[in-house]
């Protein structure tokens, strides 16, 4: 067990709030300037409402390249949902990008900036930047990372009640929860506050399913908040994608939530097949759902679309590794991270992926050994044991990616530890024998740490969580035990 981190709040909200600039509107080469929340802008395509804006949303990318791939028929899809309710969206981008994407006459309007738009990063799957203003005003009433949530707070502002969504506060709340609901706790008051602002976001939803499963160890539960998210988010492609890699990453013990997921993501992979996080997302689900052929028909047309994608190219390899039987995808993940391994990729991730490949692949115990002991005496290791192993499972970014080198870490701490394992440490393992599926293992070995603990709130969860899930196998047949 270790120490829950609170990560600091969007940086980039701050930085686009900064990027306000308030210019008289004026034209140019027949172009319509105008204020926008990241700054002063060009209509490249301008798509106007018969009567002023009722709200406008507006999304900025640093280029097509990353999120906009993803996002764009959903951006379409939600100007003709509320076009009637005099609603406008528009998607800022560099002057290149922007004059490519208007020439295709999108549904949305298309605006240039000078450079390149917010200053924000693509994080992978809800990157670009997001504003919503109300009637004719730059200033925007919210602002915040992504797309995911858009349609709340559209609806927020309809309604007059854009308060309600919690401008700023949900947005770190749900950024904290999700890098911090595998330590446990008590937590159910904040997963339900942003739950009941963001209802349609994708990564509000998960933190229901995460929340129980993680802090209170009930599996009904679970099933039951991924049920009420999946008919709340059917029609939600993008957030619907945030979800199922968290969910998906969460746990595995049910083989049923990746067969739903694989089927509800298929028209979102349709309408969105040169957007890498969504084909990946669903890649994953294929490959837990066990539908191999058309699993390797989508991994088939990713490598073109990888190029230069350093972060995404790891992701695929280790995405790969959670088929049935990985190794006919070896060599394609092999040469996905030999080209994520080209500078400036996180060192402990690419050997934690290289790892995956290895032992999943049913490389040698020695060579195993081998590569496990270099990477202990390498600068990428800068841990001890317990608490690589105990981040590497529960921190939402690699939640769920790397379970075999946790796996790894704990066995060498069993072994050099032995019956003089303090309690903390005996929690650390028994969680990751759980995700790498020694169920019962995990069970005996909780049962102990819960007990020395006093049954403290977050080792009695885990222990609720095992048991529960024991006993569910038990019921499937040929489930792994």
Sequence with gaps: MAT????????????????????????????????????????????????????TLWVAYTDTAGSFADHRQYLADLQARFADKDVRVVVCLNTADAQKVGKGEPAFAVAAMPDGAAAAADLPGNGGMSALTVGNSAVPAVIWQGLDGAVDRIEAALADRLAATGPGEVDNTIETLLNGVGDGGDLGELVARCAAALPKSGLARALTVLFQWWCKGDVAAARAAFDDAMKVLADEPVPLCLFADYVLRGDRSDPSIARQLAMALAPAAAAAPDGVFTQLVYLRALLRAGQDRLAGRVAATLPKQLEGKLFFQLVFAETLMDAADPKPYRDLAERALARADQGGMDRRWLVAARYKVMSRCGDPAETLDKFMQAYRESEAFSNSLNNDAWYLVTQGPSMGRFDTLALAQVREMQRTEGAGMINGNKDTVALVLFVNGFVQEAVDLQTVAAAASGNQMEYVGRLARFENTLQALKKTPNAPK
């Design 4 to 55: 829950m981190r609170i990560l600091p709040g969007l940086l980039a909200v701050a930085v686009a709030i900064a990027a306000l600039a308030a210019q008289d509107e004026k034209k140019s080469d027949d172009k319509k300037t105008v204020d926008t929340p990241f700054g002063s802008a060009t209509f490249v395509l301008e798509r106007a409402a018969a009567r002023a804006p009722a709200c």
